[in-house]
């Protein structure tokens, strides 16, 4: 199934997300059908606030990184209640997008390389280390279940500059390729 992309000025992608308990209905279902949305909106992360629910899991593929990112090879997932436990000094400066903020893209400097501890799908516990497209990838939609998006990391300047055209997104005042929502 795939479901709709909720849209920058939605209410749901500025709350903080509630923790996946392992008897959350349907898990392996709704992890398929985050691919599926996912896939279907040319994405390569998908966080569960981005189709209204307000729980703490994500989807990545970052396999179309992979021609300039060999990192992003093979690197699909789901992260179930994933925090942060390290991050690197060391800053990466890249262009992004989300597919909560169709046709807005801009640099965003975080963490080159971080440690991270989630549950897979079978909540199973993991630790890892994060490097390159990986740490972006991750640390992004990381930040929706804390109710922030991209555009939050901005300088004060860059706010100012992007905001007529996030108010009018918010209003419903965007062009996407794939199916949205907005809900206050």
């Given at each position: 199934m795939v479901y709709p992309v909720y849209i920058y000025g939605s209410s749901v992608l500025r709350k903080v997300a509630e923790e996946v308990t392992?008897?959350?209905?349907?898990?392996?279902?709704?992890?398929?059908?985050?691919?599926?949305?996912?896939?279907?909106?040319?994405?390569v992360g998908?966080?569960?606030?981005?189709?209204?629910?307000?729980?703490?899991?994500?989807?990545i593929d970052a396999d179309p990184f992979s021609e300039d990112y060999p990192e992003g090879k093979g690197f699909k997932r789901a992260f179930i209640n994933p925090e942060i436990i390290e991050a690197s000094e060391e800053k990466w400066l890249f262009n992004e997008g989300c597919l909560s903020l169709p046709g807005?893209?801009?640099?965003?400097?975080r963490p080159a390389e971080i440690t991270?501890?989630?549950?897979?799908?079978?909540?199973?516990?993991?630790?890892?280390?994060?490097?390159g497209i990986q740490?972006?990838?991750?640390q992004h939609e990381f930040d929706h279940l804390n109710g922030e998006v991209?555009?939050?990391?901005?300088?004060?300047?860059r706010k100012t500059l992007l905001k007529n055209r996030l108010d009018k997104m918010a209003k419903g005042n965007f062009k996407a390729s794939y199916r949205c929502k907005q809900v206050k």
């Open positions: 392992p008897d959350f209905p349907d898990l392996d279902k709704f992890i398929e059908d985050m691919f599926e949305t996912m896939y279907d909106s040319d994405g998908l966080a569960a606030p981005q189709i209204g629910k307000s729980v703490r899991l994500f989807v807005v893209r801009e640099d965003v400097e991270v501890r989630y549950l897979d799908a079978k909540f199973e516990p993991h630790t890892e280390k994060l490097t740490a972006r990838v991750f991209f555009t939050d990391r901005l300088s004060p300047l």
